[in-house]
């Protein structure tokens, strides 16, 4: 597959802002459940988040991801009402003290994007099911204008690692993008990110066969999102554990920007900005 000619989208529209997606940039993961794989629990407290969130733009994140549903497999899912309520006192904090950062919130349900829009305004939606889990989704971020970043799963959290199965794992998630593309543009919504969602619904040699074929997924022209970071395909792998894979983690992370990565959704802000130098170097853009 021949992707040389293609011109990819380089920007987004967040509340009335242009974000220019030429150079790699980093989204820092602030994840305010109780259970998440590796930093659950860390920054349910408001004050430890808003340390985190500082750290994470002083270090050069440029979106702040918030999660408050964990996705590991296994992990018991909270409903809608107490999704907000662990969702809405942190950003309220957040954004209060930091009214500059972009941010970005980590859900699947079209009740809590609109919830959120009516107390805090524009973000960007970070949907783990790409409008699979809520059919309401797509209409919902078409009518509210907002960035749209769609990961690609293979059935659902608590049981997508039981047992993977693909006829052809890349072309398989390329006509699985394509779909819900083409339904995106048609309801209007422009700004659209791709996440081939490594870890979720994949064995082993998916993530990895993923990684390598990452370019594939330039014939959409879209920016395309990856989240590596600590993911059990490294420690696994490695034989080690989430706290022992920050090394791997920035190799994949070199790996996936020599790929065409965009942005890279980090626990380690600091680690993958060097990433992105380094490679921005190597290919003489540094």
């Keep these: 597959m021949e992707h040389s000619g293609f011109k990819r989208k380089t920007s987004l529209q967040l509340n009335g802002e242009l974000i220019d997606l030429s150079q790699p940039l980093v989204m820092g993961i602030l994840n305010i459940t109780p259970d998440s794989f590796y930093d659950g629990g860390r920054f349910v407290q408001h004050e430890k988040a808003l340390q985190q969130v500082k750290q994470m733009l002083d270090e050069g994140a440029v979106f702040i991801d918030v999660g408050a549903v964990s996705s590991r497999p296994g992990a018991v899912l909270p409903d809608e009402v107490e999704e907000l309520r662990r969702l809405i006192p942190v950003i309220r904090f957040v954004k209060e003290s930091f009214p500059e950062a972009r941010f970005s919130v980590d859900t699947f349900r079209s009740g809590v994007v609109q919830e959120l829009f ?41 049981t997508m690692q039981e047992n993977p199965i693909y006829n052809n794992l890349v072309q398989d998630i ?15 919504v422009s700004d659209i990110i791709i996440d081939p969602g490594f870890g979720f619904g994949k064995s082993l040699d998916h993530n990895f066969e993923l990684l390598q074929k990452l370019d594939h997924f330039k014939i959409f022209e879209l920016p395309v999102m990856v989240g590596l970071s600590r993911k059990s395909m490294i420690y696994n792998l490695l034989g080690s554990n989430p706290d022992m894979a920050l090394n791997g983690t920035s190799i994949l ?28 170097k190597v290919n003489g853009a540094g």
């Design 253 to 280: 992370h070199g790996l996936a920007l020599e790929r065409g990565a965009n942005i890279l959704r980090v626990h380690d802000v600091k680690e993958a900005m060097e990433c992105i130098r380094l490679v921005q």
């Design 118 to 158: 009516n107390c805090f305004g524009p973000f960007m939606v970070n949907d783990i099911s790409a409008g699979e889990f809520d059919k309401s989704m797509f209409a919902t971020v078409a009518n509210l204008g907002l960035p749209y970043c769609m990961m690609h799963i293979q059935g659902k959290p608590q």
């Design 174 to 188: 390329l006509k699985y993008f394509a779909l819900r593309v083409e339904k995106l543009k048609l309801l209007g």
